[in-house]
């Protein structure tokens, strides 16, 4: 049916990466059902997960999180695939509150293809990847030559610029 084709003209999936993070509730059950979700998700496909890694909290102090990266390809636009990680959050019980507050699931757009998007809700590369630890050591684990279309640094020089304090693999 023509109004349902999520992908009428038939346009190459775009690959693309995503953040995912969890200080409250049962994290490594709520990532492992994230990661299930973002491949169900309509016109998506997910091509790899990272490890799952235990990182000290940055912001106001709170618990430890569970974070991870996953890269996926889709034939969502940013804003639509936004939409729907916003709903995935809502379905595990996200209230978006507290700025820098613990939460049961955040997830993130990084990268979309090569693209730098600006609109007044979609920040694409993600603004903050650059100094976040908990983001580049489970993305390298994955896409360690994905290159960063705003400095034209790999993920893996991003890595080697910042280290990897406080992030530890999980067994
Ligand atoms: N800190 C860590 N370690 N992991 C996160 O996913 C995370 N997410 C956040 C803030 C509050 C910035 N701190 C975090 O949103």
Redo the contacts with the bound molecule.
């Keep these: 049916m023509e109004s349902t084709n999520p992908n009428p003209q038939n346009l190459a999936a775009i690959p693309c990466a995503i ?1 995912l ?1 969890s ?1 409250l509730g049962d994290s490594p059950q709520i990532l492992g059902a994230a990661l299930q979700r973002l491949g169900s998700l309509e016109g998506t496909t997910l091509t790899a997960q990272s490890s799952f890694y235990k ?5 106001p102090p ?1 618990p ?2 569970l ?1 991870a990266c996953a890269l996926i390809e889709t034939h969502l636009s940013p804003q639509a695939l936004m939409a729907q990680l916003l709903a995935i959050e809502a379905e595990f019980g996200r209230i978006r509150q507290e700025r ?2 613990p ?1 049961i699931l ?1 997830l993130d757009i990084l990268f979309y293809g090569d693209r730098a998007i600006h609109l007044p809700d979609v920040h694409i590369p993600h603004p903050r990847l650059r100094e976040r630890a ?1 983001v580049l050591v489970p993305l390298v684990e994955i896409a360690p030559d994905w290159i960063d279309p705003v400095t034209g640094q790999t993920v893996t020089d991003l890595r080697n610029a910042l280290g990897s304090q ?1 992030v530890e693999r999980m067994p």
């Design positions: 953040a993070g200080n990182t000290a909290p940055v912001g709170q430890d999180y974070n820098w507050g939460r955040d908990f406080g």
